[in-house]
Nanobody
Framework: QVQLVESGGGLVQPGGSLRLSCVAPGNIASINAMGWYRQAPGKQRELVAVLPTGMSANYADFVKGRFTISRDNAKNTVYLQMNSLKSDDTAVYCC????????????WGQGTQVTVSS
């Protein structure tokens, strides 16, 4: 079973920063995109940012100018640098990898908790 390994979550004060990391196994072929989603209590999961292979990143409006997604393709790793964090950013953040050429597959991490509170 393919498992994505996330790290970097935690407790941070409003205005602070965190950097999330997600490592995908090297046996995932034909990665189309790597991205981050989040789910707050009582809310649906929502896209935060996605970085398609060889293309520019897309961000949700609520994180534009604050969050930056990046990839290290040699390490099959995707990062999410989160700055100017707000209490509304509190959620479980999950890494996603979309792969495949004809049969698309979505792989998910277990999620990492981000709590923004004073």
């Amino acid at each position: 079973q393919v498992q994505l390994v996330e790290s970097g979550g935690g407790l941070v004060q409003p205005g602070g920063s965190l950097r999330l990391s997600c490592v995908a196994p090297g046996n995932i072929a034909s990665i189309n995109a790597m991205g981050w989603y989040r789910q707050a209590p009582g809310k649906q999961r929502e896209l935060v940012a996605v970085l398609p292979t060889g293309m520019s990143a897309n961000y949700a409006d609520f994180v534009k100018g604050r969050f930056t997604i990046s990839r290290d393709n040699a390490k099959n790793t995707v990062y999410l640098q989160m700055n100017s964090l707000k209490s509304d950013d509190t959620a479980v953040y999950c890494c996603n990898v979309n792969a495949g050429r004809f049969n698309l597959i979505n792989y998910w991490g277990q999620g990492t908790q981000v709590t923004v509170s004073s």
